[in-house]
Nanobody, 116 residues
Framework: QVQLVESGGGLVQAGGSLRLSCAASGTIFSINTMAWYRQAPGQQRELVAAMHSGGSTNYADSVKGRFTISRDNAKNTVYLQMNSLKPEDTATYYC??????????WGQGTQVTVSS
């Protein structure tokens, strides 16, 4: 059994910063890709950022230069540093982790609200 626990969401003014964390626990052999998705009301869930096991990353165009994904392999944790936040970044953010031999899991979601 694997669990993902997210933290770090909240309410922030436009231009502010937040840091999301997602920690994996349970029986883990190794982790392939760790990623963050977001879903705004009435919108489809979209990829925000991903970091692969080799360290390569990819970002949605809308967050490039503002968000940074990182991971601590020793802690099985992925982070999303969000700077220069905009009202359009308001959404529920979900971590998504692909585990070797375990498949892909989702976190429970954490709300990020950016006020103008």
């Amino acid at each position: 059994q694997v669990q993902l626990v997210e933290s770090g969401g909240g309410l922030v003014q436009a231009g502010g910063s937040l840091r999301l964390s997602c920690a994996a626990s349970g029986t883990i052999f190794s982790i392939n890709t760790m990623a963050w998705y977001r879903q705004a009301p009435g919108q489809q869930r979209e990829l925000v950022a991903a970091m692969h096991s080799g360290g390569s990353t990819n970002y949605a165009d809308s967050v490039k230069g503002r968000f940074t994904i990182s991971r601590d392999n020793a802690k099985n944790t992925v982070y999303l540093q969000m700077n220069s936040l905009k009202p359009e970044d308001t959404a529920t953010y979900y971590c998504n982790v692909n585990f070797r031999l375990r498949g892909t899991y989702w976190g429970q979601g954490t709300q990020v609200t950016v006020s103008s």
